[in-house]
């Protein structure tokens, strides 16, 4: 069995053909999709890209990874998806970036340059084509077809309208994925971690102007400036996480948006069919994610961040060719730290001790397991409420107060904040998120919810082990690591 997992990064769990959107053109998702299980109320645990990847690849939330910006180091130690994909005996192979920053723990002094960027590559893999920030590999081949680039990769990413469609970053991956295929056997592992949909809000070649911004709808209002929370104010304050007021504008920048869209699913076709031309796709298991969402203009804001869904729900496409459930579908509440815990059940190896999530394969078999009836993200916002700020970050602990966690059921969405406050919207009567719930019934069995999904998912890694003179840190005699 091959293993093609992949991630379009900031890519919003209700913009492809197969969760109904009206406009989108994605045949290569909707394919996947049809031959295997879409997961629909699928979302990330944690914004922006390091922390929502760190909750991904390792199956933990961010209350026990602390990853909670792009920066923080990822402590040594952790299994992983290349760890796991090992135990199985692949040789994981990347192509594109995990951005997961090298312990300082485990660095060969304070000098080595690892230590320089956010954009490291997650232990466990090999490397068939690393792009980090500065996305050098894509830039040297656009120097030697004779494109300017005398604005540097942010300026490459802008003019990607300006260029061919198979000269943009996500046709180079393909292609370096692509040869890279033709020099396996099989039983190969491959993660394809695509930057698109990504900003800048620019869609490559004609996919630039395949909609219309004149067919977008609008996004959601936000509420009255009397109505939002602080933080709420305070993002639609800062340049970067601020939609456009003007409506053709923001109708202009969600249809680039979804031109990203187009463009990286017709790369991702490319790769389907190489894998189709050696005979091996139905051999091969495929996982599709992404490391967060898009505000893409609701509620006022742009980009990931906060407390609303569209930062969180993402697209989830589980297709394994020796299921028999192709084309169908799930309502429950799953996550992206279940996506370990069910890859290492497909390949038959344990899953990791520290792993929050759960293998979905209960879920599908409907053995008859209590699936959770919420879903659970958070966001560190310590970076971006404190800009400036002259507190010491390594002692004051204050920051860890800079936070918030959602709990999000059918009922109600309870959103805590570590200052002490919290918000509860009534999502039964209003799935937009602008009605507050005030019901205090409700809202207290929302909070106590969350309460109880923190206790249950403390660290775990040695808790269940009893050292002794007989045991020497072994289990005790008939225990059994339970969820």
């Known amino acids: 069995m091959n293993v093609l997992f ?26 996947i999709a049809q031959e295997g299980i879409r997961l629909e109320r699928h979302y990330s645990q944690a914004a922006p890209c390091a922390p929502g990847r760190a909750a991904l690849y390792t199956g933990m939330y961010q209350m026990n990874n602390r990853v909670v910006a792009n920066g923080t180091p ?10 796991v994909a090992r135990s199985a005996g692949y040789d994981p192979t990347l192509f594109g970036y995990t951005d997961q920053g090298l312990d300082p723990n485990w660095a060969q002094g304070v000098n080595d340059p690892r230590l320089n960027y956010y954009d490291g590559i997650l232990p466990g893999f090999s490397v068939g084509l690393y792009l980090s920030e500065s996305q050098a590999g894509w830039m040297r081949y656009l120097r030697a077809k004779g494109y300017d680039l005398t604005d540097g ?8 309208p300006d260029r061919p469609a198979d000269d943009s970053v996500s046709g180079y991956l393909s292609s370096r994925f692509i040869q890279w295929l033709d020099q396996q056997e099989s039983g190969w592992f491959a993660h394809l971690s695509y930057l698109r949909p990504h900003p800048p809000y620019a869609a490559a070649g004609h996919f630039a102007s395949m ?14 400036s009397s109505e939002q929370h602080w933080l709420h104010q305070l993002a639609l304050g800062v340049r970067e996480s601020a939609a456009p007021v003007d409506l053709d504008e923001l109708r202009r920048l ?8 187009s463009e990286v699913d017709s790369q991702l076709g490319r790769v389907v069919d190489a894998i189709t031309a050696r005979g091996e796709w139905d051999d091969t298991l495929v996982v599709v994610t992404s490391d967060h969402g898009e505000q893409l203009g609701d509620h006022g804001l742009l980009e990931k961040l906060g407390f609303f869904p569209q930062s969180y729900h993402v697209l989830g496409l589980w297709r394994d060719p020796r299921r028999n459930d192709a084309g169908s579908s799930t309502n429950a509440f799953t996550e992206n730290v279940d996506l370990l815990a069910t890859l290492a ?33 958070e966001w560190d916002y310590r970076t971006y409420s404190i800009r400036g700020s002259t507190l010491d970050r390594r002692v004051d602990r204050s920051l860890n107060r800079q936070s918030l966690a959602v709990s999000f059921g059918d009922d109600v969405a309870y959103v805590q904040f570590g200052d002490g406050s919290y918000l509860c919207f009534d999502v039964a009567a209003d799935p937009s998120w602008r009605t507050p719930c005030h019901d205090l019934e409700r809202v207290l069995a929302g909070a106590q919810e ?3 999904w923190r206790q249950e998912h403390l660290r775990r890694d040695l808790t269940d082990m009893l050292l002794g003179p007989d045991r020497r840190g072994r289990w005790p005699q008939g225990a059994q690591l339970s969820r």
């Open 345 to 377: 059940s497909a390949l038959g190896v344990d899953e990791p001790v520290q792993s929050d999530g759960r293998s979905m394969e209960s879920l599908w078999a409907d053995q008859g397991d209590a699936w959770r009836t919420s879903v659970h993200y």
């Open 153 to 160: 990769c942010a300026g490459a990413l802008r003019t990607e």
């Open 74 to 83: 990822l402590a040594h130690g952790f299994s992983n998806l290349a760890t």
């Open 450 to 452: 969350l309460l109880v």
């Open 254 to 261: 969600r249809a680039q948006y979804f031109g990203m869209i």
């Open 6 to 31: 992949v991630t379009l990064d900031q890519f919003r769990g209700d913009s492809f053909g197969a969760a109904g959107h009206p406009l989108v053109q994605t045949p290569v998702l909707d394919r």
């Open 211 to 224: 909609y219309d911004p004149a067919d977008i709808a609008l996004p959601i209002a936000p509420v009255p």
